[in-house]
């Protein structure tokens, strides 16, 4: 392509990028030499892990009291088109979605329809004895004792291509031995939040996604989220890629249903992140209390506490006090994170995956909450307890 049709092309997706902003109600205020000296910060930060680490793409955006501040897109979201990644672009979420999912149950515990501490099996005709001590809030808190479906530690292996429909999660859950007695460990379980979709779907009629959407997404204005299908044609659909001995490979097919649940996935952008995390400044979806039960370090039997409330890791980093959870999926892997007390929220949404520990995420949104945050700088993170 000539150089001036190149950049022709590129000033044209600079103005649809910001149009698109704009009409998404989402235009950063203009910046100080101070805001802009901040953002040439983190544009540093991002471009430099990118190189190396080997990802393909980036999309962050970083929310100071409720407010963008900055929003932008780094590297590719398509490797073989060469398409450049924007904040607009739609990537898998992963496991950000359990916060959805442990809102709607608050939600329906503030109505009544369900307790915290209710046995599972009273919403679950399927349950079997062995889940008969298992409740609601063990789900929430991976306490349950309930195996995964990974082939770990004698979990059962689930066929990522075959399509799962809800009773066939059911069986397949139902079928394992159990790990521990509720409330003995705390054991991450995407199971007990497959079981919280049904529990959601068996108390509204409604399915999970369409109580999310009826109850969150849309009150929220979150237009871009979008169930995960290896069949719709969806614009600003960012590729994902799996790092496979040090080199960059597509991401391998795998049944919808396999990422499409309660625990994990669905297609969203950090804009909508931004809109989820201002909700949570306030009482528009469910009561400050309720927020500061999920926010509430889970207490085991032993009289232990680990650092996990509900669909929310807990920490405190040289004193401040740290929300977050990842999101780890073959091809992508996402973080986001609120520093409370400081007012300072980040997303991050990177299109490779397989990074089990979210160690990528993880390090990219230290150094950025260290650029907004100066006490952060060199900072060791305590999974302690508040």
């Known amino acids: 392509m000539a150089p001036t049709r190149l950049s022709a092309l590129r000033i044209l997706l600079a103005f649809c990028a910001a149009s698109a902003s704009l009409l998404l109600g989402l235009a950063m205020p203009a910046q100080s030499p101070e805001g802009r000296g901040l953002s040439n910060q983190v544009d540093e930060i991002v471009r430099a892990q990118m190189r190396e680490q080997n990802i393909p793409g980036v999309s962050l955006a970083v929310i100071q009291r409720g407010k963008i501040v900055k929003a932008a897109g780094y590297g590719f979201a398509d490797l073989e088109l060469r398409v450049p990644v924007s904040p607009e672009m739609l990537f898998k979420s992963g496991s950000l979605v359990k916060q959805f999912t442990a809102t709607s149950v608050m939600m329906l515990v503030e109505e009544g329809k369900i307790g915290l501490d209710d046995k599972i099996s009273k919403y679950l005709v399927q349950a079997p004895p062995l889940w008969n001590q298992v409740t609601i809030r063990h789900l929430l808190t991976h306490t349950s004792g309930i195996r995964d479906f990974f082939g770990e530690d ?11 429909t809800e009773d066939d999660w059911l069986k397949l859950f139902a079928a394992q031995s159990m790990r521990f007695s509720p409330s003995d460990k705390w054991s991450y379980c995407n199971a007990g939040y497959i079981l919280l979709g049904a529990v959601i779907h068996k108390v509204t009629g409604k399915t999970w996604f369409e109580f999310e959407k009826e109850r969150i997404f849309d009150p929220l204005g979150m237009t871009s989220v979008t169930p995960i299908s290896t069949e719709e044609i969806l614009a600003n659909r960012a590729s994902g890629y799996a790092l496979k001995d040090g080199k960059l490979k597509n991401e391998p097919w795998a049944a919808s249903s396999s990422d499409f649940t309660a625990a994990g996935s669905v297609y969203l952008n950090v804009f909508d992140m931004a809109k989820w995390d201002a909700a949570l400044n306030t009482e528009q979806l469910i009561r400050r209390s309720s927020l500061e039960q999920m926010w509430t370090p889970v207490k085991l039997k032993d009289g232990s506490v680990y650092p996990y409330g509900f669909a929310f890791r ?11 959870h990842d999101g780890v999926e073959t091809s992508f892997t996402t973080r986001f994170v609120r520093y409370v007390n400081d007012g300072i929220s980040i997303v991050v949404f990177m299109n490779v995956g397989e990074d089990e520990e979210a160690l990528m995420p993880t390090r990219m949104t230290d150094n950025i909450a260290a650029i907004y945050i100066p006490a952060l700088k060199g900072a060791v993170t305590q999974p302690t307890p508040d």
């Open 154 to 164: 004698g979990d059962v292996q689930y066929d990522t291509h075959r399509e799962y």
């Open 314 to 324: 807990i920490r405190r980093v040289n004193g401040h006090r740290l929300i977050q």
